[in-house]
């Protein structure tokens, strides 16, 4: 199995910035990227920004010039920092993984439980 754990959600202030985690760990042989979803009420799950171990990037369009991923791949772990945080950004954060475990041959997606980030004065 392949375990994710995500930290550093909370409340901030329009206009802030927080800084999420998430460490990936288990039974893991291989990671082929690791990324950050997020799910505002009443909305479907979405994109928010991917990361492969090799450093390529994808975000999402609303995010761009705000949110910068990044990884760490000798502790299987990626980051999300979030610059000028809006209003819309309010969302439960997760954290995404396509992993390969150790015996196995093919990926999968593992999943976090999910980070609440809430951006109001």
């Known amino acids: 199995q392949v375990q994710l754990v995500e930290s550093g959600g909370g409340l901030v202030q329009p206009g802030g910035s927080l800084r999420l985690s998430c460490a990936a760990s288990?039974?893991?042989?291989?990671?082929?990227?690791m990324g950050w979803y997020r799910q505002a009420p009443g909305k479907q799950r979405e994109l928010v920004a991917i990361?492969?171990?090799?450093?390529?990037?994808n975000y999402a369009d609303s995010v761009k010039g705000r949110f910068t991923i990044s990884i760490d791949n000798a502790k299987n772990t990626v980051y999300l920092q979030m610059n000028s945080l809006k209003a819309e950004d309010t969302a439960v954060y997760y954290c995404?993984?396509?992993?390969?475990?150790?015996?196995?041959?093919?990926?999968?997606?593992?999943w976090g439980q999910g980070t609440q980030v809430t951006v109001s004065s």
């Open positions: 995404n993984t396509y992993a390969r475990e150790r015996g196995i041959t093919w990926y999968s997606d593992y």
């Open positions: 288990g039974s893991i042989f291989d990671i082929n990227y």
């Open positions: 990361i492969t171990r090799g450093g390529s990037i």
